[in-house]
C-alpha cells in the first residue's frame, strides 16, 4: 500500500462516529474492506491501521522477546485497548469510547494520514502540538534529517 497522505476535519456525531472522507477511504486499499483497528498513539491521539498494516505491526511487537521487562511493558501499552472497528454502510467508523476518551477527542476531530496510518486527535491538542514557527521547524528538520544524503540522480 503506498502512503496515506493528508489533513481532515471532521465531526463525530452523537453516538460517538465520524465519517471516513472519501478523498482519505480512496487511499486505503480496498482488500482492508472497511476493516481497521484503532489503539492508543502517541502524544495523545489515536492511532488507526488499516487492517493489514495492523497485521504487520502486531506481528512485529509480537516477535519481542518476553522475557525483558521493557518490551512486556511496551506490548502490553501497545495492545491496551486496541479494537477492530470497520465501516457501516455510510462510511462511519464508531470511536470506542475509551479510546475517545484517552484522546480528548470531542466534537470537532482532526485525522492526519501519514505513512500507513491515520492518526485521530483532539483539533485542539493537535493545532498546538503543530504550533511551531518556521525556524524551530527548520532545526527540527536539520536534527533529524540533516545527516541523510540527497538521492542521486
Known amino acids: 500500500m503506498a502512503g496515506l497522505l493528508g489533513e481532515f476535519v471532521v465531526s463525530l456525531d452523537d453516538k460517538g462516529r465520524l465519517r471516513l472522507p472519501a478523498a482519505l477511504k480512496g487511499q486505503i486499499s480496498p482488500a482492508v474492506n472497511g476493516r481497521f483497528v484503532i489503539n492508543r498513539g502517541f502524544e495523545k491521539c489515536l492511532t488507526m491501521y488499516p487492517y493489514d498494516e495492523w497485521e504487520q505491526v502486531s506481528a512485529k511487537v509480537n516477535k519481542l522477546n518476553t522475557f525483558v521487562k521493557r518490551n512486556r511493558e511496551f506490548a502490553r501499552t501497545f495492545f491496551r485497548g486496541a479494537t477492530e472497528v470497520t465501516l457501516d454502510g455510510a462510511d462511519r467508523i464508531l470511536l ?23 492518526e485521530i486527535w483532539n483539533k485542539d491538542t493537535y493545532d498546538a502540538l503543530m504550533d511551531m514557527d518556521s525556524d524551530a521547524y527548520a532545526d527540527l528538520a536539520e536534527d533529524v534529517m540533516g545527516d541523510q544524503k540527497p538521492d542521486q540522480e
Open 96 to 118: 470506542p469510547k475509551l479510546l475517545a476518551d484517552y484522546a480528548g477527542v470531542g466534537k470537532e476531530v482532526l485525522l492526519t494520514a501519514r505513512n500507513n496510518v491515520i
